[in-house]
């Protein structure tokens, strides 16, 4: 059981990084990664729906804006929304220096500013607590379309056993950053609060050259939950 106060001090290393240190970010996630930060972001890509003309996906917590980067050159419409007005500038000028025109929106993600039915995809990877809260949760059913889908990439895990990853595998552990992986195809105990708001959902684990990637895909069932957006509810 850890001590309030360890707790507390994760917590504020996490917003300071996240916020006022957020110019170190991509630094700080290369040494985490051993340099596969940005691989294990990608590896949720392939489970969004497929690009098409129009298409639009929403980042959730976008950071620096690399991901709405590779998702512009995938053929989406992107959009990206993070509480931080740090990463908002870090995304920002990244995304000018791209001559790219992505909008990004300051909000939480427990109250989202977009109308209903508003995206086709939803893309969060290594996203903080706020992803597993009920408020999250109703947010994201309400703004996807019908078959929707969100797409969570939670966690990597390296494949190697040197000091230095059994080092980092152990900081991962300390610092909360580590769940059971489950079975694939299943639906994890860790995700069944995206399945109680009506999402099915499923679990795969994407290989990588020095590491494995756990993905999280949660599918907006067309009209068969009994939410307010089913068309045939009287």
């Known amino acids: 059981m850890w001590h309030p106060w360890r707790r507390k001090a994760i917590e504020w290393g996490f917003h300071?990084?996240?916020?006022?240190?957020?110019?170190?970010?991509?630094?700080?996630?290369?040494?985490?990664?051993?340099g596969q930060w940005r691989a294990w972001q990608r590896?949720?890509?392939?489970?969004?729906?497929?690009p098409a003309p129009g298409r639009r996906v929403l980042e959730l917590a976008h950071g620096p804006g690399h991901l709405l980067m590779a998702l512009s050159a995938a053929g989406y419409t992107p959009v990206g929304v993070d509480l931080s007005p740090f990463m908002g500038r870090q995304a920002q000028r990244k995304l000018r220096q791209a001559r790219l025109d992505v909008?990004?929106?300051r909000a939480a993600a427990q109250a989202l500013p977009f109308a209903g039915n508003?995206?086709?995809?939803?893309?969060?990877?290594?996203?903080a607590g706020f992803i597993a809260q009920p408020e999250t949760a109703a947010?994201?059913?309400?703004?996807?379309?019908?078959?929707?889908?969100l797409v969570i990439v939670p966690q990597a895990q390296f494949s190697g056993r040197s000091i230095v990853?059994?080092?980092?595998?152990?900081?991962?552990?300390?610092?909360?950053?580590?769940l059971d992986k489950g079975k694939e195809g299943a639906t994890p105990d860790p995700w069944r609060w995206l399945a109680q708001a009506g999402f099915h959902v499923r679990q795969e684990s994407v290989l990588l050259p020095r590491?494995?990637?756990?993905?999280?895909i949660a599918q907006k069932m067309p009209y068969n939950y009994g939410h307010d957006d089913d068309p045939n509810k009287t």
């Open 16 to 34: 300071l990084l996240y916020n006022q240190l957020a110019w170190s970010y991509d630094a700080v996630s290369w040494l985490a990664s051993l």
């Open 103 to 105: 909008p990004l929106v």
């Open 118 to 127: 508003a995206f086709d995809g939803v893309l969060a990877t290594f996203p």
């Open 165 to 178: 990853v059994r080092l980092l595998e152990r900081l991962y552990a300390i610092t909360g950053q580590r």
């Open 139 to 149: 947010q994201l059913w309400r703004l996807l379309r019908p078959g929707g889908r």
């Open 43 to 50: 590896a949720g890509l392939p489970f969004l729906p497929p």
């Open 211 to 216: 590491s494995r990637a756990l993905v999280v």
